[in-house]
């Protein structure tokens, strides 16, 4: 498959923002997703941005696309602990597939 | 959220025997996906399908089959199963492939001793 690539673990205090990364290798996806993972359940679309857009921002979720550096980053202003789960970044590039980063852990600590 | 039933939620089984999980829609979605879940690999999809009938492998598919014999319901199985075939299984739907968001299930935790 693809490679899309995150770090593990992030970890921030309540009430700070959490820039979460993500990179991947081809150029030509479609789509870019992020989902949210909390434990025992199934993943959770939060947004996704088009390939031609450069930031999309809905509440307290900003995504930036950087496509020279085929990177991506979820941001979440003022995160509060039920914003701890495990967010996955995803790119659909033709067809019907999608490919998904190994997600990323955060913590969120009161 | 979208109507996706994964059914069961949880099954331990031994190495050998036969397993099929289902999942069960009722957004009439044409594209459904079924994708495995292990430790350092994110998702990974096993098997996808497109249409009644309509079936094709994802990248780990060595070890699975798949039926979609009615819209709603496709049924992934594991003819032999092996323990590293031991994951949480996530379904998926689409209403217009990779052009749409997906959505998923809560998943089946398989175990197979």
């Known amino acids: 498959g693809e490679d899309v690539e995150q770090s593990l673990f992030l970890s921030v205090r309540e009430g700070d923002s959490s820039v979460i990364n993500c990179t991947y290798t081809?150029?030509?996806?479609?789509?870019l997703y992020w989902y949210k993972q909390e434990p025992g359940a199934g993943l959770q679309l939060l947004t996704y941005?088009?390939?031609?857009?450069d930031m999309k921002q809905d509440q307290r979720l900003t995504v930036l696309l950087n496509k020279k550096d085929k990177h991506l980053s979820l941001r979440i202003a003022d995160t509060q602990t039920g914003d701890s789960a495990i967010y996955f970044c995803a790119e659909s590039i033709s067809g019907n597939q999608f490919y998904f980063g190994t997600g990323t852990s955060l913590t969120v600590i009161p | 959220d979208a109507g996706i039933t994964q059914s069961p939620r949880h099954k331990v089984t031994e190495t050998g025997t036969p397993v099929t999980l289902r999942c069960h829609q009722t957004e009439n979605h044409r594209y459904m996906y079924w994708y495995r879940q292990d430790p350092g690999h994110g998702l990974r999809l096993i098997h996808y399908?497109?249409?009644?009938?309509?079936?094709d492998k994802g990248e780990v598919s060595d070890g699975y089959s798949v039926s979609r014999s009615k819209t709603e319901d496709f049924l992934l199985t594991l003819e032999s199963a092996t323990s590293s075939q031991t994951s949480v299984y996530f379904c998926a739907i689409s209403a217009s492939g990779g052009l749409q968001p997906q959505h998923f299930g809560d998943g089946t935790r398989l175990s197979i001793l």
């Open positions: 081809d150029s030509s996806s479609t789509y």
């Open positions: 941005i088009f390939s031609n857009m």
């Open positions: 399908s497109y249409g009644v009938k309509d079936t």
